[in-house]
């Protein structure tokens, strides 16, 4: 995984007071969760934007007067109108112990079915993974080029040297519905033309009918235990 350092700074005062003053400041406040205490502090907006505005998953090095941690974002509240983040928690991690991550899915290749007309659903753009912190890589890539028409990948479906899925292995991470232009090929060998009209409309439901049988009955996402609370500021 990729790992950045960022420039923190302890809280002494919390409270929705202090919360704005740094803010006006352009700090922003922080929660770290995970260790014997929770621990307070703020970082400068352009610090932390690097970890916000990507889809990337960082190992956070925080520097906290003299301690040092590890640690992964887990939450970020925004402003409604401005899109500013206003607080962010953390989670700490150890080399030595296993962490629970949500990892980026990347598709490699050209699937055939896309080629042959059929159309691509990504269903989960994150999986939630367990592992120690040497062996996570920054993104889950998955072949998608021998994917056909009809065909699918689920959670159950993928392996990964050294960690654990913890999403429910008949969840759908992706696959390849059948699309009116398909079909089109198909029947036009027997003569049959298709409307503009009838390839949006007919190839709506059909798409949504083979995700719902390919994906299967729903099950509870797994998520990771939170060690605390977010703090309301």
């Given at each position: 995984?990729?790992?950045?350092?960022?420039v923190?700074?302890?809280?002494?005062?919390?409270?929705?007071?202090?919360?704005?003053?740094?803010?006006?400041?352009?700090?922003?406040?922080?929660?770290?969760?995970?260790?014997?205490?929770?621990?307070?502090?703020?970082?400068?907006?352009?610090?932390?934007?690097?970890?916000?505005?990507?889809?990337?998953?960082?190992?956070?090095?925080?520097?906290?007067?003299?301690?040092?941690?590890?640690?992964?974002?887990?939450?970020?509240?925004?402003?409604?109108?401005?899109?500013?983040?206003?607080?962010?928690?953390?989670?700490?991690?150890?080399?030595?112990?296993?962490?629970?991550?949500?990892?980026?899915?990347t598709?490699?290749?050209?699937?055939?079915?896309?080629?042959?007309?059929g159309?691509?659903?990504?269903?989960?753009?994150?999986?939630?993974?367990?592992?120690?912190?040497?062996?996570l890589?920054?993104?889950?890539?998955?072949?998608?080029?021998?994917?056909?028409?009809?065909d699918?990948?689920?959670?159950?479906?993928?392996?990964?040297?050294?960690?654990?899925?913890?999403?429910?292995?008949?969840?759908?991470?992706?696959?390849?519905?059948?699309?009116?232009?398909?079909?089109?090929?198909?029947?036009?060998?027997?003569?049959?033309?298709?409307?503009?009209?009838?390839?949006?409309?007919e190839?709506?439901?059909?798409?949504?009918?083979?995700?719902?049988?390919?994906?299967?009955?729903?099950?509870?996402?797994?998520?990771?235990?939170?060690?605390?609370?977010?703090a309301?500021?």
């Amino acid at each position: 995984m990729k790992s950045v350092d960022i420039v923190v700074n302890l809280r002494k005062e919390t409270g929705k007071k202090s919360s704005a003053e740094l803010r006006a400041n352009g700090l922003i406040p922080c929660v770290l969760y995970g260790g014997k205490e929770n621990v307070h502090f703020s970082a400068k907006v352009n610090e932390l934007k690097k970890i916000l505005y990507t889809n990337h998953i960082f190992l956070v090095n925080l520097n906290l007067e003299s301690r040092k941690h590890i640690a992964i974002l887990k939450e970020a509240q925004f402003h409604s109108v401005t899109d500013e983040p206003l607080h962010l928690d953390f989670i700490e991690v150890w080399e030595d112990k296993p962490a629970v991550v949500s990892l980026p899915v990347t598709l490699n290749g050209s699937s055939e079915g896309v080629r042959a007309g059929g159309k691509l659903h990504q269903k989960k753009r994150y999986l939630l993974v367990k592992g120690m912190l040497k062996d996570l890589p920054e993104t889950l890539e998955i072949d998608i080029t021998p994917l056909n028409i009809g065909d699918h990948i689920k959670v159950g479906d993928l392996k990964y040297p050294d960690i654990e899925l913890l999403d429910p292995a008949k969840s759908l991470v992706v696959g390849v519905s059948t699309s009116r232009i398909a079909k089109g090929m198909e029947e036009g060998e027997m003569g049959v033309v298709v409307t503009p009209e009838a390839e949006v409309a007919e190839g709506e439901t059909a798409e949504s009918e083979e995700e719902k049988a390919a994906e299967g009955p729903k099950a509870p996402k797994a998520e990771a235990g939170k060690e605390g609370k977010p703090a309301k500021e």
